[in-house]
């Protein structure tokens, strides 16, 4: 379990994020790796931030 989970029951994009990165540190060709799901994270983000605002709109 990684040391960055909380005690909610539920999991946030920031907690599986974490997550990933912990196990990015652990491989050989991590920066490549950590690149690619920092950008996956990030884009993930906007694409919600989107959402959210069209929500609130209507």
Avoid: I, K, Y
Wanted: hydrophobic share 35%; glycine share 2%; net charge negative.
């Amino acid at each position: 379990m990684s040391r960055h989970r909380s005690e909610r029951p539920w999991r946030t994009m920031t907690d599986e994020r974490m997550a990933l990165l912990d196990l990015v540190e652990m491989q050989a060709d991590g920066n490549l790796l950590r690149e690619m799901l920092t950008f996956a994270a990030e884009r993930t983000a906007e694409c919600e931030r989107q959402e959210a605002d069209q929500v609130d709109r209507s």
